[in-house]
């Protein structure tokens, strides 16, 4: 049940105190429930390169935003096990960071090693802007403001 290579991002649920999902270089999501100490499920080949980031949706108890070394972003939904989107083709390069707005539901960051860090609207699945020429190297990591 484990990663066969490096776990480079974690994330609880924020609706269940039990489900942890982790991303790893071996191109996999998994699925863990901490209580029982059990893996719960694995998206095999969820990406095509190592899966740099996991979050999980402060708002939808399903929906859970993956970013990647294969530069796209993937929605999945956690409770049928199912991919649901693929943002692809926006950044030219490592999508390193995913985050989630906590105060727009349909608002989902995204920076990367191309320098630039986008949003999208995960509802419509659709680009809605890019930040960009104000980084002079990779963006490592995405976050919001809880206020």
Known sequence: GAHSDSVWSVA?????????????ADETIKLWNVKSRRLVHTFDGAHSNGVASVVFSPHDPSLLASSSWDKTIKLWDVKSRRLVHTFDGAHSDYVRSV????????????????KTIKLWD????????????????????VAFSPH
């Open 12 to 24: 609880f649920s924020p609706h269940d105190p039990y489900l942890l999902a982790s991303g790893s």
């Open 99 to 114: 985050a989630f707005s906590p105060h727009d539901p349909s608002l989902l960051a995204s920076g990367s090693r191309d």
């Open 122 to 141: 995960v509802k419509s699945r659709r680009l809605v802007h890019t930040f960009g020429g104000a980084h002079s190297d990779s963006v490592w990591s």
